[in-house]
């Protein structure tokens, strides 16, 4: 997942909607979103590639009432090839009694095993809900380290950008794609209407200017094709395109569109009712 764009507690309807991109190798083998059978409350993507770690998720909702959502941290100089997968970080969640904050504390002297991630946590079944961000990395002037402390910040209302950096790190694609995004939702009536139009600004294949690239240690080329919200190159690129929009009534619905290499592939929608949640007014 390279592009996740988070409205909590921002709409006099939603709670949380939430817009993402997910950007791999074509080839890697992926399980699209589905009721796991393992796990039956939890609608995730699935992870079918061999790995260090049980198989996780990019994204994913939970009838319990709980959000997760994960991305790498882009930082190539300091990757381990024998490092466990960063989505069975996400999947574990998604399956857990604990709220962020708990099973931020019960996991996070496992965290040093991965490489850099970010991870959104939320848990709407609260008494006051929560959505946490955490990463297992820190900018130090202008370089990613390893964090030593594990230091989670939960997020007030607002809108967010996250792809592979910090929190709202101002890269193109993702001061953009907040902007689109928080002008969609503002015409949102709460109804689940206009998927198509939050699906369509996560088509943008706009490159950034040279002058505004990120430095992230990977080659100019790549750099240049990763500074779009949709990416397409011969090999990787956008595989899914997600919305989540979740009502103060519990209802909710899932979309998602998935490409390969050559074209759109289809689109499969999703609508349910939470069986936790707390229904809350925006502050």
């Given at each position: 997942m390279c592009l996740i764009l988070t409205a909590w507690q921002s709409h006099p309807d939603y709670p949380l909607v939430v817009l993402a991109n997910r950007d791999e190798f074509y080839e890697r083998p992926t399980d699209p979103m589905h009721w796991w059978d393992d796990q039956p409350h939890v609608l995730a993507g699935r992870d079918r590639a061999d790995v260090n770690g049980s198989s996780g998720t990019w994204m994913g909702l939970s009838k319990t009432g709980k959000f997760a959502a994960l991305t790498n941290v882009r930082a190539p100089s300091?990757?381990?090839?024998?490092?466990?997968?960063?989505?069975?970080?996400?999947?574990?969640?998604?399956?857990s009694s604990h709220s962020p904050a708990s099973f931020i504390q019960e996991?996070?002297?496992?965290?040093?095993?991965?490489?850099g991630f970010n991870l959104l946590a939320?848990?709407?079944?609260?008494?006051?809900?929560?959505?946490?961000?955490?990463?297992?990395?820190?900018l130090m002037g202008s370089s990613i380290r390893p964090r030593k402390v594990m230091n989670p910040q939960e997020l007030k209302p607002g809108?967010?950008?996250?792809?592979?950096?910090?929190?709202?790190?101002?890269?193109?694609?993702?001061?953009?794609?907040?902007?689109?995004?928080?002008?969609?939702?503002?015409?949102?009536?709460?109804?689940?209407?206009?998927?198509?139009?939050?699906?369509r600004i996560m088509e943008d294949a706009t490159q950034a200017p040279d002058e505004y690239l990120p430095k992230t240690g990977v080659s100019y080329e790549w750099e240049k094709a990763l500074s779009s919200a949709f990416i397409k190159t011969e090999h990787y690129g956008t595989r899914s395109s997600s919305l989540i929009r979740v009502r103060r009534d519990g209802h909710f619905e899932v979309v998602e569109k998935r490409f390969d290499a050559e074209k759109e592939l289809d689109t499969q929608q999703f609508e349910g009712q939470l069986e936790k949640f707390t229904s809350l007014k925006p502050e």
């Open positions: 300091e990757k381990n090839p024998e490092s466990r997968t960063r989505g069975e970080i996400s999947a574990k969640y998604l399956a996991h996070e002297k496992t965290f040093h095993r991965y490489n939320a848990d709407l079944s609260l008494s006051q809900p929560q959505l946490v961000w955490l990463s297992n990395r820190v809108v967010y950008g996250l792809s592979n950096a910090m929190l709202d790190s101002p890269w193109p694609k993702v001061q953009h794609r907040v902007g689109a995004f928080a002008q969609i939702l503002a015409m949102d009536t709460g109804q689940f209407k206009k998927a198509e139009q939050y699906m």
